[in-house]
C-alpha cells in the first residue's frame, strides 16, 4: 500500500509544484508588466506635461520680450518735449508700461514718464533713483543688451526691463517698469486658455503664495514646475494634468486587479489539487471496500455451500440415525440454500444498479402484502432464535405505485440486519414492523432494540460496500451493500430511508414511499 501511494504521490506532488512554479512565474511576470505599462503612460503623461509647461513659459517670455522692442523702438530721444508727450499717450493707454525712463551714460535721469498722481510719482521717482538704479547695475550692461529685473522694492514687486543704447554718438539707457496686473490679467489669461480645462495652471512667487490661477490640489511625479528664466524670474509656472488622479487610480486598480487574479489562479489550483487528492483519497478507500466487498462476498458464498455439501453427504451416506435428524439435516440445506439464492439475489441487484441497469416496473400495488409476504418469510428464524417479530399494519391503507419485488427486497434487507445485528447481543429481542400512512406518504419502520449504530457511522452505512466496525469486529457476515440496496431502491420510488439509532437502546430504519407516482403514468422505468 505504503509504495502504491509513493507512486502516484511523487508525480502529482511534481506536477504541483510545477503548476505552482508556473504560475507564480505568469502571475511575476504579468504583474511586472502592469506595472512597467503604467509606469510607461505616466512618464508619456508627464513627458507632455513638461512639454506644455515648457511651451506656455517660452511664449510668455516671447511676448513680454516682444512687447519690450516694441517699445524701446518708441523712444524719441532728439526732442525731449516730444518724448515726454508721446510717453505720457503711452503710459496712459498702454496698459502694459507703468512707467519709462530715460538715463544717460553716468546713469543721470533725464526723462522719467509714469501713469501714477503726483505724490506717488514723487516716491517712485525717489526708489528709482535711489534703489533702482543701482541695482539694474548699468555699468556692466553692453550696448544693445537686454535686461530684467523682478524684485520687491519695499513692498512694491516691479519688472524693470532696461537696454543699452546708442544714438546720434550718444549712449543712454532706456527703463519700462512693466504693469504686472496687466501681465496677469492679460497675458496669463491669453496664454492659459484653452489649457485650464484639462490642467492645474498657476503662477507662484518663490516665497510661495499664489500670484495666478489655481495648483494641483495634490503634488506629485505629473506636476511640472519651472521658474520663467529672463523675464518674471521671481515666478514659477506650476501645471499638473487634471486627471492625475484618475490615472493613478486606474493603474493602482490595474495591480490590484492583477494580484487578486494571481491570488485567484492560486485559489483555484489549491482547491483543484484538494478535490483532486479528495478524490484519489475517495477512490482509494472505494477500492479498499470492494476488495473487502469481494472477500465478505466470498466468504458468505462458502460458508452456506459448505453446509450444504457436508449435510448433503451425510444423508447420502445414510449418516443420520433417525428421520427426526434427517429432516433437520434436509432443514439446514433448505435454510442454507435460501440464504445463498437471497446473497446471489442481492448481488445480481447491486451488480444492475452499479452499471446503470436496475430497471423498475412501477405497479399500483398494496404494500401490506408486500410487509406481510417478508415478515412471513423470516417468522420462522426469528422464533428460532428466540427473537418476538411484531406487526402493525394500518388498516384501509390505498395503493401505491410500486415494483412489488424491489420492495421485498428492500424490506428482506431491513428484516435480514434486524436479525443480524439486532439480536446478537440480546437473544431475546424484539422486532417491529410497522406501516402507515402519513399525509401523502406511506411510512414503512423496521426497528429492532439491538446494539445501536455509533453517530459516526449514521452517515457513511448507506454507502456501498460499508460495513461497521462492530460487524467486521465479530463474525456476523454482510457484504456491505444490503443498505446501499435499499437506499436506491427507497429513491427510485420517489421515496427516502432514514435511520434512527441510540447505542445500546435499538435502530430503527424508516422508509417512506409516496402515495402517488411522481413521473407521469403509472409505470416508469429507471436505469
Ligand atoms: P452488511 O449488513 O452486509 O454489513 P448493510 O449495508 O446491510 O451491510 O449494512 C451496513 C452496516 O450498517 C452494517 O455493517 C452494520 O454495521 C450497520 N447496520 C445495519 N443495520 C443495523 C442494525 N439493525 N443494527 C445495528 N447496525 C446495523
Request: charged share 25%; aromatic share 8%.
Amino acid at each position: 500500500m505504503r509504495l502504491d501511494s509513493a507512486r502516484w504521490f511523487l508525480p502529482l506532488a511534481l506536477a504541483i509544484a510545477a503548476i505552482m512554479l508556473a504560475t507564480m512565474v505568469l502571475g511575476y511576470y504579468s504583474y511586472e508588466a502592469t506595472k512597467r505599462l503604467a509606469a510607461r503612460s505616466e512618464e508619456s503623461i508627464e513627458k507632455s506635461n513638461s512639454l506644455v509647461g515648457q511651451k506656455v513659459i517660452d511664449r510668455i517670455e516671447k511676448v513680454i520680450i516682444d512687447s519690450d522692442r516694441m517699445l524701446f523702438r518708441l523712444v524719441i530721444l532728439d526732442n525731449p518735449r516730444e518724448f515726454t508727450e508721446l510717453w505720457k499717450r503711452i503710459v496712459a493707454v498702454s496698459g502694459v508700461v507703468e512707467a519709462v525712463a530715460v538715463l544717460d551714460e553716468n546713469r543721470t535721469l533725464l526723462h522719467l514718464v509714469g501713469n501714477m498722481p503726483p505724490s506717488q510719482m514723487n516716491a517712485f521717482r525717489q526708489t528709482f533713483i535711489t534703489e533702482m538704479v543701482p541695482a539694474m547695475e548699468l555699468g556692466t550692461l553692453p550696448l544693445d543688451a537686454h535686461r530684467h529685473l523682478h524684485r520687491y522694492f519695499g513692498s512694491l514687486l516691479t519688472l524693470l526691463s532696461f537696454i543699452h543704447l546708442e544714438h546720434d554718438g550718444q549712449r543712454f539707457y532706456i527703463v519700462l517698469s512693466t504693469n504686472l496686473q496687466h501681465i496677469k490679467d492679460d497675458i496669463f489669461r491669453e496664454e492659459f486658455r484653452g489649457l485650464e480645462e484639462s490642467r492645474y495652471l498657476a503662477v507662484l512667487d518663490e516665497d510661495g503664495p499664489l500670484v495666478y490661477g489655481s495648483p494641483a490640489p495634490d503634488r506629485g511625479s505629473f506636476v511640472f514646475e519651472q521658474r520663467f528664466p529672463t523675464t518674471l524670474y521671481r515666478w514659477r509656472l506650476q501645471i499638473a494634468p487634471k486627471d492625475i488622479g484618475t490615472i493613478r487610480r486606474e493603474a493602482r486598480a490595474r495591480r490590484t486587479i492583477n494580484t487578486l487574479l494571481v491570488g485567484a489562479a492560486y485559489g483555484l489550483i489549491f482547491i483543484g489539487m484538494l478535490t483532486l487528492l479528495l478524490a484519489i483519497r475517495k477512490e482509494r478507500r472505494a477500492n479498499q471496500l470492494k476488495s473487502d466487498f469481494i472477500s465478505n462476498v466470498t466468504h458468505e458464498l462458502k460458508t452456506p455451500l459448505s453446509l450444504i455439501r457436508m449435510f448433503g453427504e451425510l444423508l447420502t451416506l445414510g449418516r443420520p440415525g433417525t428421520a427426526q435428524t434427517a429432516r433437520e439435516y434436509a432443514e439446514i440445506i433448505t435454510r442454507e440454500s435460501d440464504r445463498l439464492s437471497r446473497l446471489i439475489d442481492n448481488v445480481l441487484d447491486f451488480a444492475r444498479i452499479e452499471r446503470g441497469m436496475a430497471a423498475y416496473e412501477f405497479k399500483l400495488g398494496d404494500l401490506r402484502t408486500v410487509v406481510e409476504r417478508s415478515v412471513d418469510l423470516v417468522r420462522h428464524r426469528a422464533e428460532q432464535a428466540g427473537v418476538q417479530l411484531d406487526t402493525r399494519i394500518e388498516p384501509e391503507l390505498p395503493e401505491v405505485p410500486i415494483d412489488e419485488n424491489a420492495m421485498t427486497l428492500l424490506l428482506h434487507n431491513l428484516l435480514e440486519n434486524a436479525l443480524k445485528y439486532g439480536v446478537t447481543e440480546k437473544p431475546r429481542g424484539s422486532i417491529h414492523v410497522s406501516l402507515a400512512r402519513e399525509d401523502s406518504r406511506l411510512v414503512l419502520r423496521v426497528s429492532d432494540d439491538g446494539p445501536g449504530i455509533p453517530r459516526d457511522e449514521l452517515s457513511r452505512i448507506f454507502e456501498r460496500f460499508y460495513r461497521g466496525r462492530a460487524a467486521r469486529r465479530t463474525s456476523i457476515r454482510g457484504s456491505g451493500i444490503g443498505l446501499s440496496l435499499v437506499k436506491h431502491i427507497a429513491q427510485a420510488h420517489g421515496g427516502e430511508v432514514q435511520v434512527d439509532s441510540e447505542l445500546g437502546r435499538g435502530t430503527t430504519f424508516a422508509v417512506w414511499i409516496p402515495l402517488r407516482s411522481r413521473t407521469r403514468g403509472e409505470d416508469r422505468r429507471m436505469t
